[in-house]
């Protein structure tokens, strides 16, 4: 993580990154325009070498889906196939899902209805393109949103490898356990979190179950169909400081204090490492990612090009015209 993604507040620091996260700005609030959402979790084609496939979703499919009318947010989640062994460290007794593997999710969102609607009917050109990258695709409807319960981060439109160490954590609920499962990551979980300076985000996606009865998405050739235990899903997004930082935490008397309740309210626990976030568009406009891609966005950034990001060459790329 970079100094400059806390920019504004004097801490401690190790190896520059700051130890006293709870002093920091919170910016969660930044995240409450998106009153719709939806959650997808997505499996690369099993038959594309993994750099295409990353680079495509990136670079091809990415800003095919900015473009599409209605849109208010959007944000690809890369996850990492290997990490770490201590990836979460929940009870004894809960493990995670056997076989459950992604390579990554997807945030898509809207402003209103009536955005979503616009989407909706013009989202065949993007559904259309997702047999050339994925194997499935599972999306899940957050018609009142997500919540963000807390952000020190002051990036609102990530586009890069992740500097944090940031998590996926897809709970199981017990059969009727999943409005306690999201009240416990919003009340007692998040409690704990938002008091540690190892913790930097915290996040909740607590979707409608899946409807495997209809292709959702609609994308044809496809998988959509997900196993019975992946139905339901309450989905908590963490971010530490470091690897080191989410060991510490989970050492924590107020964590371990908090632990026993996952046992009662989910069956598995699965977490997803995230290698990189990549937002295309927020607050119904374009990134740079959104604009020219996610790859050619992070290399501008990387060469300092400020000229590639000034008003006329933006207005030149998104249409065509000089002046």
Avoid at 245 to 258: E, L
């Amino acid at each position: 993580m970079s100094g400059a993604q806390f920019a504004g507040q004097a801490t401690e620091s190790r190896n520059g990154i700051p130890t006293m996260t709870t002093a920091l700005p919170d910016h969660g609030a930044r995240d409450a325009s998106i009153s719709i959402n939806s959650y997808t979790t997505v499996l690369g084609r099993l038959a594309v070498p993994e750099e295409s496939f990353r680079a495509y979703w990136r670079d091809a499919h990415g800003p095919l889906c900015s473009r599409v009318p209605g849109l208010g947010w959007y944000v690809q989640h890369h996850f990492s196939r290997r990490q770490d062994a201590h990836l979460w460290e929940g009870p004894e007794n809960v493990g995670a899902l056997p076989g459950y593997e992604l390579d990554g999710a997807v945030e898509i969102g809207w402003t209103s209805q009536e955005t979503q609607a616009v989407f909706q009917d013009a989202g065949s050109i993007l559904f259309s393109d997702e047999q050339n990258v994925f194997e499935e695709t599972a999306a899940y409807a957050l018609p009142s949103g997500s919540t963000t319960v807390f952000d020190r981060q002051t990036d609102a439109t990530p586009n890069a490898q992740d500097p944090l160490d940031r998590l996926h954590v897809h709970f199981s609920p017990r059969e009727g356990q999943a409005a306690a499962l999201d009240e416990y990551l919003r009340n007692e979980f998040a409690a704990v979190a938002g008091a540690s300076d190892d913790v930097v985000k915290v996040r909740i996606h607590a979707p409608e179950a899946h409807d495997n009865s209809t292709p959702n998405p609609p994308a044809p050739n496809v998988e959509h169909t997900v196993a019975d235990e992946r139905v339901s899903l309450v989905i908590l997004e963490i971010a530490f400081i470091d690897p080191l930082a989410r060991r510490r935490f989970f050492a924590s008397a107020a964590y371990q204090s908090v632990l026993g309740r996952q046992e009662e309210l989910a069956a598995f626990i699965t977490a997803f490492p995230v290698s990189g976030v990549f937002t295309f568009v927020r607050d119904e406009q374009l990134t740079a990612a959104g604009l020219r891609g996610s790859r050619v966005a992070e290399l501008i950034t990387s060469m300092a090009a400020s000229n590639q990001v000034e008003d006329s060459v933006w207005k030149l790329m998104h249409t065509g015209r000089i002046g």
